[in-house]
Each structure stands twice: as C-alpha cells, then as structure tokens.
C-alpha cells in the first residue's frame, strides 16, 4: 500500500511566499530609513540568515509532514525552490522601487558602489560616469542574476539542512 508523501513544491510556494513577504517588509524598512541603496554587508549578512531561517523551518516541516524522513535531494528541492520564489517576489519588489518609489535608487546605488573607487584614485572621474550610465541603463539585466544567484543559496542552504536533518526510510 503506497502513502501519501506530501510534495516539496508545495513547501516551497509556502516558505517562498513567507521568505518573499519578510523580504519586502525588510525592503520597506530599508526604504523608510532611506538604507535601501546601502551597500552594508551587515544588511547582505542579514538577509542570508533570514533566508536560512525561513529554509531551516520549510525543510523541517517537510520533514515532520513526511513521517521524520527526508532525503538530501528533497531538501535541496526545498531550498532551491523557496529561494526562487522569494527571490521573484523580491524583483518584482525592486522594479516597484525603482519605477515609482525612488526611481534614482540605480544611481544612488552606482554611487555607493563607485565612490570608494572614485575617491582612492582607481578610477577617473570620465570612468565612473560611464560605468555609472552603464549600469543603470542595463539595470533590468541584474534581474536574472537575483534569480540565479538566490537559487545557488538555496541549494546550498538546502544541502547543507539537507545533510543536518537526513533521515531515509527503512528499506522494509
């Protein structure tokens, strides 16, 4: 007799859309403290451990709807695909923020990222003008970078909870 095992996409559509949530609402945050353009690796670290939080307790639960059991491929499932969905929410956050709520937010992000370099002399004044007309021009190309890059952390994430909570049926 087969039992019902419970689908990993499902898990992640659930902590995707929850990871996404608190991401906007973190975004918001940024945005009313005028840190959204912020550059602070405090504010990158931050946003990891969320998203390892909200990874640890998507994969977890798996586990416990799954009778205790889970494999390393369903957390890695889990993982990949709860940082996909929040990483989409995540962009249509961004392209909402720099189309109506601050649309100089790519120009004062290009400024936090070419200041230090500007001001230490590595590049003239004519070189950060035109990487900074660069990158904002093709800003909508860092889009998919997002994607794949949330995707990496979460197989990782997922493999590395994967590897912590494994527990395989009994052959049986």
Do not use: C
Not at 25 to 49: A, E, N, P, R
Not at 140 to 162: A, D, E, H, Q, T
Request: net charge positive.
């Amino acid at each position: 007799m087969e039992e019902n095992q419970p689908k990993t996409g499902k898990f992640s559509w659930n902590y995707g859309l929850i990871l996404g949530a608190v991401s906007v609402v973190f975004g918001v945050m940024l945005y009313l403290q005028d840190l959204h353009t912020s550059q602070s690796i405090g504010l990158m670290i931050t946003g990891i451990v969320l998203a390892a939080i909200v990874t640890f307790l998507g994969v977890q639960n798996f586990k416990k709807v799954n009778g205790g059991y889970l494999t390393i491929g369903q957390a890695l499932k889990i993982g990949a695909g709860i940082l996909l969905i929040a990483g989409i929410i995540s962009i249509l956050y961004q392209v909402v923020l720099v189309n109506y709520l601050d649309p100089d937010a790519p120009s004062k992000i290009m400024d936090a990222r070419l200041g230090p370099s500007l001001e230490e002399g590595k590049i003239t004044q004519e070189q950060f003008d035109q990487q900074k007309a660069q990158s904002i021009q093709y800003w909508w190309m860092g889009y998919p970078f997002i994607l794949i890059f949330n995707v990496l952390i979460g197989l990782v994430l997922g493999l590395v909870f994967g590897l912590i909570l494994k527990k395989n049926k009994p052959t049986y």
